[in-house]
């Protein structure tokens, strides 16, 4: 995944919006209009699907951090066990 695509996809879709507003405020066209409103679904789709791919991703790496975590202290909880008993 690309890292600015998320943000990417958010701000086209912010400029959409903002050229949609600029055709309804002229002569609306209808033609234009649903092309806009289109371009704006496919990217609001495409965002949920990037978001979700991030989530997953930061999740993943939090999941890995714990698991090293737990290890060292696993390890170092075990060290101090068996040097006494030397």
């Known amino acids: 995944m690309d890292a600015n695509a998320l943000t ?3 701000q086209t879709i912010r400029k959409l919006k903002k050229d949609k507003a600029e ?3 002229s002569t609306p ?3 234009k209009l649903k092309k806009l409103q289109r ?3 496919l990217l609001k789709r495409q ?3 990037l978001a979700k791919e991030k989530k997953a991703e930061a999740a993943a790496t939090a999941a890995a951090a ?3 975590a737990a290890a ?3 390890a170092a909880a075990a060290k101090p066990a068996e040097a006494p008993a030397q």
């Open 39 to 41: 371009q704006v679904k």
């Open 72 to 74: 060292e202290k696993a």
């Open 23 to 25: 055709v309804l405020g």
């Open 29 to 31: 066209d209808r033609n």
């Open 8 to 10: 990417t996809a958010k």
């Open 47 to 49: 965002s949920r699907v």
């Open 66 to 68: 714990a698991a090293k």
